[in-house]
């Protein structure tokens, strides 16, 4: 079966430092992946999505930025947080069905 | 633009009885439709779905309708549990043809609507 391996489950990062946040998926091969954020009191919005290595689509212009390095790896990434980036970050997969699995997501905190 | 909605950013519901969530899209190239349960600290789980073929779906007491002319989707649990108490994302998605390609089979999310199951 699928599964989705999102780390780390909490950050707390100071204003102006760098981001990584790793998503890895099993049981599938060549999905799509997704970046989400969930925002306080807001829905999910998608941030980027990959349907291969190399393959990246932004939906929003942001301060972020995305990667897959691999077929089951997908990474998002910041070179300088700002406040405005605190959020509860999801990454997903779509396989072969047609629904899409999240992972547990990342709390992200900018002080 | 929001192309998919959920007007009701809270629901309260007693403990047995039916809990309805609402949704509305207003793009009609989506053709599929699902719904998402979270609970806090947690990624979101999928639940049901939909596809634009059918106007009923359903899976326990859990049921969604979907209405195509008015865009209109709506998810019933009959009867309400305590556990049942989360906020539901409504999600839409274009799975065929041109829509898929264009849309790289993306989902696009509803704001989402907190279930309150009262005991």
């Known amino acids: 079966s699928q599964t989705i391996h999102q780390w780390p489950a909490t950050l707390v990062q100071p204003v102006g430092s760098p981001l990584s946040l790793e998503c890895t998926v099993e049981?599938?091969?060549?999905?799509?992946l997704y970046w989400y954020r969930q925002a306080a009191g807001r829905g999910l919005q998608l941030l980027f999505y990959?349907?291969?290595?190399?393959?990246i689509s932004s939906e929003v212009p942001q301060n972020l930025s995305a990667s897959r390095p691999q077929d089951r790896q997908f990474i998002l990434s910041s070179k300088k947080l700002l406040l405005s980036d605190s959020g509860f970050y999801l990454c997903a997969l779509k396989g072969q069905g047609t629904e899409a699995f999240f992972g547990q997501g990342t709390r992200l905190t900018v002080v | 633009d929001q192309q998919v909605k959920q007007n009701s950013p809270s629901l309260s519901v007693q403990e047995g009885r039916i809990s309805i969530l609402n949704c509305d899209y207003t793009?009609?190239?989506?053709?599929?439709f699902l719904w998402y349960k979270k609970y806090p600290a947690e990624g979101p789980t999928f639940l049901i779905s939909?596809?634009?073929?059918?106007d009923k779906n359903e899976d326990g007491r859990f049921t969604v309708f979907l209405n195509k002319s008015a865009k209109h989707l709506s998810l019933h649990i009959v009867p309400s549990q305590p556990g049942d108490s989360a906020v539901y994302f409504c999600?839409?998605?274009?799975?065929?043809?041109?829509?898929?390609?264009?849309?790289?089979?993306?989902?696009?999310f509803g704001p989402g609507t907190r279930l309150s199951v009262l005991p």
């Open positions: 990959s349907v291969g290595i190399g393959q």
């Open positions: 049981g599938t091969s060549n999905p799509n």
């Open positions: 793009n009609s190239m989506f053709d599929y």
């Open positions: 939909i596809s634009s073929i059918k």
């Open positions: 999600a839409a998605s274009a799975v065929g043809g041109w829509a898929r390609d264009n849309y790289g089979q993306n989902f696009v």
